[in-house]
């Protein structure tokens, strides 16, 4: 019961790290040794491991299309500043 609770806390604490763990945007950077945590927890549990795998597809998804659609690097980064902010608002509420 104590482990599938603290196994559920680092699944949620995870959870709102994994995206900004994959940008590895150098003005939000994770501290290392957050970066230590969430890696070993990525290792070990199969939901956030999966979730961490689908944040990738989804990354190189996005490449491949900007790349085929020669879409301007000014939309993605507005894309990005704006994904960033949506994800700060959460964190905030949560
Ligand atoms: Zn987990």
Redesign the pocket.
Known sequence: MISATR?ML??HW??RRIQRYLDADPAAPLPPEQVHRLES??K??????A?AEDYRRLRRALLLFAQRHALDPAVLIRVRVRARAEQLLSQNAG
């Open positions: 196994t680092t699944c995870s959870a927890h990525l070990t549990c199969e939901k956030c491991g979730t």
